[in-house]
């Protein structure tokens, strides 16, 4: 069972050696069904796909979810560590990929089956906890999948929803921020239009590589120049495909892009802008169609509740462990408020420090954190990596003193 610190960080590892996409995390899923039925909790299987629900009851008392999400992400891996991922997967696209737990999934599905053990010993506690460990968050599905799936009806709906996000921050230190606190996430796909032809005569085409360009760089001015200083948007243009020989100029190319908001009037202005800019940059090219704009996925932010970030602020702080601080919203996004949503209870969702401390020092104020994290590998790096042992048992400290400050 994984109640010791080298037992987690077996675990973590393994997981980390052996990602899996959103929707294909069959292996992962089984470990934690595995560990969860030898802690005795009630398990499920299935939910939303590969999702894993497993609930724990001692009496009346208020019913906590804590949630862990468990995809990793098509990333080729750059780390160096010793239990580094070489496995691949086939994506959406029929594309074999490496894949990486870039995004720390693997820390979140650790720090919570440590947590399951730990509550699981702890016989004080009264009411119910409820575990979700979901699937794809990465392309915004997972919640939305287990909550069709019935999660709510099956299982029952919580009081509250708790969960965290590693982050280079340094460990010991949690981030936690009330109201909108993660961005809300939409991806779009544009296609553009041109006409194909020799690569020695463009007189005779109309070039979607160039028009592809100008789109690019004109979505740039979006955010520096029709969104105020004081709001938050950002708009990234992921992917760019267009082509196959240098000698020929292609038919279309293709952009993907992700927009990150806080304000639902920003993202509303920013969506609209991308539309204009990329129907008006088609135009002025002499496109022969007007190009297409698809909106491939779309979740809200997370709005977290002021009351419950006071509280789970109050037990980080009385446990001693931990240094919290405010980071402000941060523009990474989470689909984690859609479990809050459809529930219609209050959220809290923190950042875990996962950095070495020592590359922090002298570091004394929020501002001169960022300025160290903005040097360091990010999330969604191919160099991202937690400090192990440290950020896990972190992790299990402030989950278990986040749901036993709700737990009667």
Same mark, same amino acid.
């Given at each position: 069972?994984?109640t010791t610190?080298d037992a987690?960080t077996?675990?973590?590892?393994d997981l980390?050696r052996?990602p899996?996409l959103?929707?294909?995390e069959?292996?992962t899923?089984?470990?934690v069904?595995?560990?969860?039925?030898a802690?005795?909790?009630d398990?499920t299987t299935?939910?939303?796909?590969?999702?894993v629900?497993a609930?724990?009851?001692?009496?009346a008392?208020?019913?906590v979810?804590?949630?862990?999400?468990m995809d990793?992400?098509p990333?080729?891996?750059d780390?160096g560590l010793?239990y580094?991922?070489?496995?691949?997967?086939?994506?959406?696209d029929?594309e074999?990929?490496?894949?990486m737990?870039?995004?720390g999934?693997?820390?979140?599905?650790?720090c +919570? +089956?440590?947590?399951?053990?730990?509550?699981?010993?702890?016989?004080?506690?009264r009411?119910r906890?409820?575990?979700?460990?979901?699937p794809?968050?990465e392309?915004?599905n997972?919640?939305?999948?287990m909550?069709?799936?019935?999660?709510?009806?099956?299982?029952g709906?919580?009081?509250?929803?708790?969960?965290q996000h590693v982050a280079?921050l =340094?460990?010991?230190?949690?981030?936690?921020?009330a109201g909108s606190a993660?961005?809300a996430?939409?991806?779009?796909?544009v296609?553009?239009?041109?006409?194909?032809?020799?690569?020695s005569?463009p007189?005779a085409?109309?070039?979607p590589v160039?028009l592809g360009?100008a789109?690019?760089l004109r979505l740039?001015t979006?955010?520096?120049?029709?969104?105020?200083g004081?709001?938050?948007?950002?708009?990234?243009v992921g992917?760019?495909h267009?082509g196959?020989?240098?000698n020929i100029?292609?038919?279309?190319?293709e952009?993907?892009l992700?927009?990150?908001?806080?304000?639902e009037?920003?993202?509303?202005?920013v969506?609209a802008?991308?539309?204009?800019?990329?129907?008006g940059e088609?135009a002025?090219a002499g496109?022969?169609?007007?190009?297409?704009?698809?909106?491939l996925?779309?979740?809200?932010?997370?709005d977290?509740?002021?009351d419950?970030?006071?509280?789970?602020a109050?037990?980080?702080q009385?446990?001693g462990q931990?240094?919290?601080?405010d980071?402000?919203?941060?523009?990474g996004?989470?689909?984690?408020?859609i479990?809050?949503?459809e529930?219609?209870? =209050?959220c809290a969702?923190?950042?875990l420090?996962?950095?070495?401390p020592? +590359?922090?020092?002298g570091a004394?104020?929020?501002?001169?954190?960022r300025?160290?994290?903005?040097?360091?590998?990010?999330?969604?790096s191919?160099?991202y990596?937690?400090?192990?042992?440290p950020t896990?048992?972190s992790g299990?400290?402030?989950?278990?003193?986040?749901?036993?400050?709700?737990?009667g």
């Amino acid at each position: 069972m994984p109640t010791t610190p080298d037992a987690l960080t077996a675990i973590y590892e393994d997981l980390h050696r052996h990602p899996e996409l959103g929707g294909q995390e069959h292996r992962t899923a089984g470990i934690v069904a595995d560990h969860l039925r030898a802690l005795q909790y009630d398990v499920t299987t299935g939910v939303g796909g590969t999702g894993v629900v497993a609930t724990l009851e001692r009496g009346a008392g208020p019913t906590v979810l804590l949630r862990a999400d468990m995809d990793g992400l098509p990333v080729k891996e750059d780390t160096g560590l010793p239990y580094a991922s070489t496995a691949t997967a086939t994506t959406a696209d029929g594309e074999e990929h490496p894949v990486m737990h870039a995004c720390g999934h693997d820390v979140h599905v650790t720090c +919570l +089956l440590g947590a399951a053990a730990r509550l699981a010993q702890d016989t004080e506690w009264r009411g119910r906890v409820l575990l979700v460990f979901q699937p794809d968050e990465e392309n915004g599905n997972g919640a939305r999948d287990m909550v069709a799936d019935g999660l709510f009806e099956r299982f029952g709906k919580p009081d509250v929803v708790l969960g965290q996000h590693v982050a280079p921050l =340094p460990v010991g230190v949690l981030g936690v921020h009330a109201g909108s606190a993660f961005a809300a996430a939409d991806s779009l796909r544009v296609v553009l239009h041109g006409q194909g032809g020799h690569g020695s005569r463009p007189e005779a085409t109309v070039d979607p590589v160039v028009l592809g360009a100008a789109t690019v760089l004109r979505l740039q001015t979006v955010v520096a120049r029709e969104i105020a200083g004081s709001d938050t948007a950002v708009v990234t243009v992921g992917s760019f495909h267009a082509g196959s020989a240098p000698n020929i100029i292609p038919e279309q190319a293709e952009l993907q892009l992700s927009v990150r908001t806080t304000d639902e009037h920003v993202r509303t202005k920013v969506l609209a802008a991308i539309e204009r800019i990329v129907r008006g940059e088609a135009a002025a090219a002499g496109a022969p169609r007007e190009p297409e704009v698809e909106l491939l996925q779309s979740f809200p932010a997370v709005d977290n509740d002021a009351d419950a970030c006071a509280r789970v602020a109050t037990a980080f702080q009385d446990g001693g462990q931990h240094l919290v601080v405010d980071p402000g919203p941060v523009t990474g996004s989470e689909d984690v408020g859609i479990l809050a949503t459809e529930a219609g209870v =209050p959220c809290a969702y923190w950042l875990l420090g996962g950095a070495d401390p020592a +590359l922090f020092a002298g570091a004394t104020t929020v501002d001169e954190l960022r300025r160290v994290v903005a040097e360091l590998p990010s999330n969604h790096s191919p160099r991202y990596a937690p400090v192990a042992g440290p950020t896990i048992e972190s992790g299990v400290a402030a989950l278990v003193a986040a749901a036993r400050s709700f737990l009667g």
